[in-house]
């Protein structure tokens, strides 16, 4: 039987809201792709682990959400934010179209719809 009322086992819902509000929106989209960066090189093979959790459809698709946020968020977040998450999302892209056995054609490559065509 399911029963509306919060059990005391759940966090309090009230604090996790006061918590987030202090967070201005620039640190939150921020954080946001950065994360999605880290686990789109842990994808495509890029960290110490190395291939032992490479994913390509995986990173296919981190790739592509940060870039659609960073095209989204860019003006959102001043090019002192931004310059600097669009440099990894390149570098990303670069190293999702290395590791492919069969490339994509410029411009259908992850995020190449947000950024345009990446080349090496």
């Given amino acids: 039987m399911s029963d509306a009322t919060p059990s005391n086992e759940s966090p309090d ?34 960290t110490e682990e190395g291939d032992a959790y490479k994913d390509l459809d995986e990173a296919r698709k981190l790739v592509h959400a940060l870039a659609g946020l960073l095209d989204a968020g860019a003006t959102e977040i001043s090019s ?3 310059a600097p998450l669009r440099d990894g999302l390149k570098s990303l892209q ?27």
Avoid: C, W
Wanted: proline share 8%; net charge negative.
């Fill in 13 to 46: 819902f009230n604090t996790m809201t006061r918590d987030i509000a202090e967070v201005p929106a620039v640190e939150v989209i921020v954080t946001v792709a950065v994360n999605l960066m880290s686990a789109a090189a842990v994808k495509l093979g890029l």
């Fill in 80 to 82: 002192f934010h931004a």
């Fill in 94 to 120: 670069l190293a999702f179209r290395e590791a492919s056995i069969v490339p994509d054609e410029p411009g259908q490559g992850p995020g190449e719809k947000y950024t345009g065509p990446v080349f090496g």
